[in-house]
């Protein structure tokens, strides 16, 4: 999204030139909407049809009825709601802790030249090692609980806010600094008025991939280490060989990824709306 | 101060700069752990010792050569059919409409869990790690390639008309490489997919690899060679990122230059 | 040459249709250089779309050598205002005017003569490995002028091609203009919404109504061949068609619009979702 707002704001345009309308409309308002419904029932309706012709084995895909059916068995189930209860639980305290140190660690990082000159080459080192990497210390130092759960997805997601707030504090306006610097503002004061509403909107950002890195990681611990969740739910239940109920149960990581992804795209839109209309007035 | 003495000095204070932390950071680990008797934290001089031992030999063929080949090959794959479907999808508007919400719904999916399901189709041999890493990475490359084609600038796009360029010369000079910067950034997150998917699909269900053999070192707890493969997976990663970035300067240089010269006008 | 008859362009909207183009008509010779002139937001844009084949008329049709246009012609080029727009900014300047040749497979040493001629005469022999976003405004606007100059047309249609850049820049290029169109006796048509522009520029100005667009007048501007900046714009004779055309385009103003001011580019701004289809 950024990029995007970035790219566009440069382009040359004439002064009350033609051609300046670029916005795109969406036509006819309902089309788009009707369009992806009737891609959301193809696919339903392919699901169904495709395990019923000799192409693939219902065993392996069933109709999306029996599906259906999964998935309404599974919402009666007290063990999906809890469940459902552990991954939310993971995934929400840790991208709170991720986001938490995330914003702190990059504001001291990002207002101290010198730290931001000697801590970038470990950022840059220790951010590509992938989280799934501690799966062996995890479960060692700490089994199937909660904290194995939280030390992926805390490592996975703190890079993603870290790294935003650290290019937001950056992207700071010379002229605002100048300004800040003249009025006599200290530190303190000029990471408090300019630099940070000028990194907010990259914390949004960084919010939004650390929220689905975390649910990634927050499955896999529980599909992998075997902390209980969702994820463990789907090993369980392949094991076991209920298919209709792995993919029941995927739909539901399907749908909550989505959810996760609509709520957080709402929120930087607003935070970056927010600084958009701040910086047209000033 | 001559020229030269003053580029050494920029060049010996880059050096620290970049080095320091990282050499503090290596010594307090060294330190703290050189006379750990924690059966869980060895010694970084046995982990490191170990690290010479396990990597090199028998298991840089058996485990960590078959782990990148289905890395690479999964990786590959979905990079191809990412952008070609992606290009497909992106240039005509009614197919938009109609697929963006479930390709919405399956970049949605935590790709972990699609490892037990292509698990029923496909086994436990080298496909299904493979289709495992693609149906996993896809996604980001898909719709981001799809942005990037929508995007494509109606001025330009009116160039190339009126000077006749249509046909795979346009796809080649104007579609693709316009929405180059956004199918990096789908390539860059899809490699991060890639690498975790690879691991845990060994780490699931494998009889070689690296996250097969990691898992082996700490269920039997051989703790130095599970801290080993750690700093192994780490260190992949790490260096994984550090080609792709290589790579990305030289093909998208005139992108980052053109974002300068915007944002310095 | 270049026949615009009858032509009409209605944009259909969602909630009402714009009629943005009302039975133009007018005929350009070979080799003449006219200016299109009128009150910003009168359809020039798509009048030049119209005719360069990227946007299909309503009614009435454009015909180049008695020939209708369907679509974009070989024989003619477009340089466009937003010249950061029309260039690909991931090739360098060679690579730019070098693209649309490759088609008319001309063969290496032709193909390179062409390009060097090219970036000679618009003054840029020595940027040939920069990038257009290296360039200055006036220096990119050079490089969409040179690739229509490699591609040799018999028509060139400008869109307004120098709104975005600053007056000195403007003075230079308009002169370039001059020279090419002499030199390589192409028939150039050179929309723009500068009054001063279209006077000194041109041989002809077809002065425009505003939207939905007529032909409130076509002029002929008996200046000297001979032109430079400084004589020909203080001379009375151009002070005259100046004025002229300056009050051609206030009475166009309140002629056809209800209010004096029209909402800016109602026509264009609806230009680039039919350009899709």
New interface residues.
């Given amino acids: 999204m950024l990029?995007?707002t970035?790219?566009g704001?440069?382009?040359?345009?004439?002064?009350?030139?033609?051609?300046?309308?670029?916005s795109?409309?969406t036509?006819?308002?309902l089309?788009?909407p009707l369009?992806?419904?009737?891609?959301?029932t193809?696919?339903v309706a392919l699901l169904e049809v495709l395990p019923r012709t000799p192409l693939v084995s219902a065993?392996?895909?069933p109709p999306a009825s029996k599906t259906a059916e999964a998935l309404w068995r599974l919402l009666a189930e007290d063990a999906f709601w809890t469940a459902l209860g552990d991954t939310l639980t993971g995934w929400g305290l840790g991208l709170a802790i991720a986001v938490a140190a995330g914003v702190v660690a990059g504001i001291v990082i990002g207002s101290v030249p010198l730290l931001r000159?000697?801590?970038?080459?470990?950022i840059e080192?220790l951010?590509?090692?992938?989280?799934?990497?501690?799966?062996?210390?995890a479960?060692?130092?700490y089994g199937t609980d909660l904290r194995s759960k939280l030390l992926l997805v805390v490592y996975a997601a703190f890079w993603q806010v870290l790294v935003q707030v650290l290019a937001g504090m950056q992207d700071v306006d010379p002229v605002a600094d100048d300004t800040a610097r003249s009025y006599r503002l200290g530190t303190w004061g000029r990471v408090r008025y300019v630099m940070w509403p000028t990194a907010l909107p990259y914390v949004m950002t960084g919010v939004r991939l650390a929220a689905t890195v975390a649910?990634?990681l927050?499955?896999?611990a529980e599909?992998?280490i075997g902390a209980p969740g969702l994820?463990n739910q789907?090993?369980v239940a392949?094991t076991s060989g209920a298919?209709p109920r792995?993919?029941a149960?995927?739909l539901v990581?399907?749908?909550?990824?989505?959810t996760?992804?609509l709520m957080a795209r709402a929120v930087e839109r607003r935070a970056l709306h927010w600084h958009q209309s701040i910086r047209r007035e000033g | 101060m001559t020229r030269t003495t003053s580029t050494v000095l920029t060049l010996v204070r880059r050096a620290l700069l970049a080095l320091g932390l990282p050499a503090v950071l290596f010594a307090v680990w060294w330190f703290a752990t050189a006379g750990s008797t924690d059966f869980y934290v060895p010694p970084l001089s046995t982990v490191l010792g170990r690290f010479g031992e396990v990597w090199t030999g028998e298991r840089l063929l058996s485990d960590v050569v078959p782990s990148l080949a289905r890395l690479a090959a999964g990786y590959l794959l979905a990079v191809v059919a990412g952008v070609g479907i992606g290009l497909v999808v992106g240039t005509s508007r009614v197919v938009r409409d109609v697929l963006e919400p479930v390709l919405e719904l399956f970049r949605a999916i935590p790709p972990p869990v699609l490892v037990p399901v292509i698990m029923l189709f496909a086994g436990i041999g080298d496909t299904m790690k493979v289709i495992v890493i693609v149906s996993g990475c896809i996604w980001p490359i898909l719709l981001n390639t799809v942005e990037g084609v929508r995007a494509v600038d109606e001025v330009l796009s009116d160039t190339c008309r009126s000077y006749g360029i249509t046909g795979p010369s346009r796809l080649w000079h104007l579609t693709l490489r316009s929405a180059s910067p956004q199918i990096v950034t789908g390539m860059r997150q899809a490699l991060s997919i890639a690498i975790i998917l690879m691991v845990i699909s060994e780490m699931f269900a494998a009889s070689n690899g690296l996250g097969f053999t990691i898992v082996q070192f700490q269920r039997s707890f051989a703790i130095p060679e599970m801290w080993s493969g750690v700093l192994l997976l780490g260190l992949l990663g790490f260096v994984l990122s550090l080609l792709f970035r290589f790579a990305e300067n030289r093909v998208l240089a005139w992108y980052h230059g053109l974002r300068r010269a915007q944002r310095n006008p | 040459m270049l026949d615009v008859r009858d032509l009409q362009k209605i944009y259909t909207g969602r909630h009402r249709n714009v009629e943005a183009l009302r039975n133009l008509t007018f005929h350009i010779d070979a080799g003449e250089l006219v200016c299109l002139v009128g009150p910003s937001g009168c359809g020039k844009t798509t009048l030049l779309k119209c005719m360069a084949g990227l946007l299909s008329p309503t009614g009435g049709e454009v015909r180049l050598d008695g020939s209708p246009v369907t679509g974009p012609p070989p024989g003619m080029a477009v340089v466009f205002q937003e010249y950061g727009r029309s260039l690909f900014a991931w090739m360098n300047v060679r690579d730019n005017v070098a693209l649309p040749l490759r088609r008319k497979k001309l063969g290496k040493a032709r193909e390179r003569e062409l390009v060097d001629h090219a970036l000679e005469v618009v003054g840029l022999g020595d940027a040939h490995r920069a990038h257009p976003w290296q360039l200055s405004g006036g220096m990119q606007q050079r490089v969409a002028i040179a690739r229509a100059v490699a591609f040799g047309p018999k028509v060139l249609l400008m869109d307004e091609p120098f709104a975005a850049v600053d007056a000195q820049t403007r003075a230079e290029l308009e002169d370039l203009i001059r020279r090419l169109w002499r030199e390589l006796g192409v028939t150039v048509l050179f929309v723009t919404h500068d009054i001063d522009e279209a006077v000194y520029l041109g041989q002809r100005t077809i002065i425009l109504s505003t939207s939905p667009t007529v032909v409130q007048e076509d002029l002929t501007i008996d200046l000297p061949d001979e032109r430079d900046q400084l004589h020909t714009r203080s001379s009375t004779r151009f002070a005259e068609l100046r004025s002229h055309v300056y009050e051609q385009i206030q009475r166009a103003k309140h002629h056809n619009g209800d209010m004096e001011a029209p909402p800016a580019d109602r026509s264009d701004d609806l230009a680039p979702q039919t350009t899709k289809s």
Avoid at chain 1, 253 to 258: A, D, K, M
């Fill in positions: 990029t995007k970035l790219a704001a440069g382009t040359d345009r004439g002064p009350g030139g033609p051609g300046g309308g670029r795109r409309r036509p006819a308002g089309v788009t369009r992806g419904l009737a891609g959301l193809g696919l065993d392996y895909l000159a000697v801590t970038a080459s470990t080192f951010r590509p090692i992938p989280s799934v990497a501690l799966i062996p210390v479960v060692l130092l649910l990634v927050t499955i896999t599909l992998v994820g789907i090993a392949q298919v792995v993919y149960l995927v990581t399907g749908v909550l990824g989505v996760i992804n």
